[in-house]
C-alpha cells in the first residue's frame, strides 16, 4: 500500500514570495489534514477535512494560509505572502475517517525555509 | 483553549536506562494516540488509548490512560539505540490536540 505523497520534500523562497505544497493520502482515506511543525515543538493542525468539505479550519491563518481538496482525494496548501515565522515543516496526513479514533498516516514533510 | 502539557522535554538515559514521558490535560479526554517521531522523520502512530485505567504494552513500551482520563504515560523498559526520537501524545476531546513532545536522547 502507498503511503502518503508529498512534494516538493524541500523548498526555499524570500519573505512575502508564495508557496504552494501538495498531498496525495493514502488511496481510500476520507479524511486528510494538514500540519505545520515548527523545529522542536510538536505538529499544529492546520486544517482537516473530510473528503472535499473542511471539518476544522480554526488555527489556519486565513489571512495568508489557504487550502483546498477539490475532487476529496489529494490537496494543495498555499501560503500568500510568506513570512519568515513560516519557515517550518509542512506534514500532511491521512486517516480512513474523520473521528479522532482513526490512526494518522504521516507523508514525509515539505521542510520549507523562507529567507 | 485545550491545551496539553508533555514532559519532560528532554531526556538524556543510558542505554540501557528506562524512560517515561507524561501527558496532562485539564480537561477529560476521549482517546489519546502516541506516536514517534524520528530525527528527521515524521510522526508514526503506536499505540491508542480510549479506556479509564486502560494499560497497553507493546514488548518493552507501556501505555497508560488514567482513571480520570486526564492524562497518559509511556514507559520505556531497557532503552535501546533504536528507541531514540521524540515521543508525542494526541489528545482528543472536541479538538485533536498534539503534545510538544520529548526528546530521548541516548548518551554515548
Known amino acids: 500500500e502507498a503511503g502518503v505523497a508529498q512534494s516538493p520534500r524541500y523548498k526555499i523562497i524570500e519573505k512575502r514570495q508564495s508557496v504552494a505544497f501538495w498531498c496525495n493520502p493514502i488511496s481510500g482515506h476520507a479524511t486528510l489534514y494538514w500540519y505545520q511543525q515548527i523545529l522542536g515543538q510538536g505538529p499544529k493542525l492546520l486544517i482537516q477535512f473530510q473528503n472535499n468539505g473542511v471539518v476544522d479550519d480554526s488555527q489556519l491563518p486565513k489571512d495568508r494560509f489557504s487550502a483546498e481538496r477539490l475532487k476529496g482525494v489529494d490537496s494543495t496548501l498555499k501560503i500568500q505572502p510568506a513570512k519568515l515565522e513560516d519557515s517550518a515543516v509542512y506534514l500532511c496526513?491521512?486517516?480512513?475517517?474523520?473521528?479522532?479514533?482513526?490512526?494518522?498516516?504521516f507523508g514525509p514533510g515539505t521542510r520549507l525555509t523562507v529567507l | 483553549g485545550q491545551q496539553v502539557m508533555q514532559i519532560p522535554q528532554y531526556q538524556h538515559v543510558q542505554e540501557g536506562e528506562d524512560f517515561t514521558t507524561y501527558c496532562n490535560s485539564s480537561?477529560?479526554?476521549?482517546?489519546i494516540q502516541w506516536y514517534k517521531q524520528r530525527p528527521g522523520g515524521h510522526p508514526v502512530f503506536l499505540i491508542q488509548?480510549?479506556?479509564s485505567g486502560e494499560v497497553k504494552k507493546q514488548k518493552r513500551l507501556t501505555f497508560q490512560f488514567g482513571e480520570a482520563k486526564k492524562n497518559s504515560s509511556l514507559h520505556i523498559t531497557a532503552t535501546q539505540t533504536t528507541d531514540v526520537g521524540t515521543y508525542f501524545c494526541r489528545a482528543s476531546n472536541y479538538q485533536l490536540i498534539w503534545g510538544a513532545g520529548t526528546k530521548l536522547i541516548i548518551k554515548p
Open positions: 496526513a491521512s486517516s480512513a475517517d474523520s473521528g479522532s479514533y482513526n490512526e494518522q498516516f
Open positions: 480537561t477529560t479526554l476521549s482517546n
Open positions: 488509548l480510549v479506556k
